[in-house]
Each structure stands twice: as C-alpha cells, then as structure tokens.
C-alpha cells in the first residue's frame, strides 16, 4: 500500500516571501500521479499542481512549482510571491495510474500543513 | 469546468436517525465516486469507493451497515449515515472520476454532519 507523510504541520512565511512544503511517499509502483491540494477554511478541495511521475520535467503553475525527485520518493510543494489567499491547508496526495482493481482512482492524503501567510 | 455537487452543505440531527448525503456531478458521467471523511484540521481518509450499478468497495474499518452508499446513475451518488451518533459528527466529501481512464477527479464542496 502507497503511503504518503508531510512531516511539517504548520509553516509561516512572509507575504511575498517563498516557502516550501515537503513531501515523501512510498510506492512500489513505476508510474503514478502526485499532487498538491489546498483546502482554504471554505473546506473546498482546489487542485494546485499536479506532477506525472514518468514526466522527468519538474510541474509549474503560476507561483507553484514542485521538485519532484522520483528516486527520492520526495515531492516539495514552491510557493513564489506568497500571497494572504495562499493561506489554507495543503494535502500532498498520491494516485496509481494502473486501471482495474479497487485502487484505482483513489487519492492517499498526507497529514496536511496549515500554511499561515503573514502580511 | 466540470462540477460535483454535494447537498447538504451542513446538516445538524438528532442520535439514532439516518442522513442521506448526495453527490452529483453536474456536467460529465463519473462512473466512479469516491467518499472521504475529515476531522478538524486533519487529513481526508477514504472510507470507499461507489461503482455505478455495482456495490461500493469500502475500506478496512468502515462499517458497510453504518455508511450505505449507493451508485444508481451515473451522476449520483449517496452516503446514508444510518442510526447516527455524535463520534458520526465529521466533514464528509465526495469526489467523482471523470474520462476513460478516470484520471480527472473532481471534488464536492462538503457536508458538515453534527449529530447531536
């Protein structure tokens, strides 16, 4: 089974500063997805970024960038030029990209990290 | 974009009754949906897996009598909490699969379930 741990419960930065989330997993798997989510008190899921694990290419959108490091099982979360919206929880979550069986589709959450802005 | 629809938002109810949570997506058919559940400040746990037209694959530790999930269509799904009590108090959330292979999740908004 694919685990997924965040080992920073809380973070703060500076508005306009840069921050980073971190992120490992385990998998025995070769291919799957990885992403980020935000959940802002509105408890509403918002898909931040998304990485492709077969895609040596590091995923950017915007200010949020991941250093995917596949090898390491590592997959951090860059926030440039933070901003007071950018306050919320952030889930790292996993994906298997193979069809068929009771797994598929599912997302496995890490424990989340309460990003604080400060202004 | 595409849209999952969650209702209620927020339901408040008594110990022993049942609630019925619908999850609904608005513009694609998900053949498969998904059910989570949160605690305060604390990560989303699966509790299953709903197939339409087929019965839902729950999780080690969820109970198949307590949480009844049904798939009839290929827009809707529900998660009836029966005979609820206050450890039943959580945020629950749906997610629906969309494209062939599933690979585009969508998310409801939430439902908010205090059984007092």
Not at chain 1, 22 to 44: A, G, I, N, V
Not at chain 2, 30 to 48: C, D, E, G, I, V
Not at chain 2, 51 to 70: H, R
Request: proline fraction near 3%.
């Amino acid at each position: 089974a694919q685990t997924v741990t965040q080992s920073q419960p809380e973070m703060s930065v500076q508005e306009a500063e840069t921050v980073t989330l971190s992120c490992t997993y385990d998998t025995s798997e070769s291919d799957y997805y990885l992403f980020w989510y935000k959940q802002p008190p509105s408890r509403q899921m918002i898909l931040v970024i998304r990485q492709e694990a077969y895609k040596q290419q590091n995923a950017t959108e915007n200010r949020f960038s991941v250093n995917f490091q596949k090898a390491a099982k590592s997959f951090s979360l860059k926030i440039s030029d933070s901003q007071l919206g950018d306050a919320a929880m952030y889930f790292c979550a996993y994906r298997t990209t193979s069809a068929g069986g009771t797994s598929y589709g599912k997302l496995t959450f890490g424990q989340g990290t309460i990003l604080t802005v400060h202004p | 974009g595409a849209v999952v629809s969650q209702h209620p938002s927020r339901v408040i109810c008594k110990s022993g009754t049942s609630v019925k949570i619908e999850c609904r997506s608005l513009d694609f058919q998900a053949t498969t949906m998904f059910w989570y559940r949160q605690f305060p400040k604390k990560s989303l746990m699966l509790m299953a897996t709903s197939n339409e037209g087929s019965k839902a694959t729950y999780e080690q530790g969820v109970e198949k009598d307590k949480f009844l999930i049904n798939h009839a269509s290929l827009t809707l799904s529900t998660l009836t909490v029966t005979s609820a009590h206050p450890e039943d108090s959580s945020f629950y959330i749906c997610s629906a699969s969309r494209g062939q292979g599933g690979e585009k999740l969508f998310f409801g908004s939430g439902t908010q379930l205090s059984v007092l």
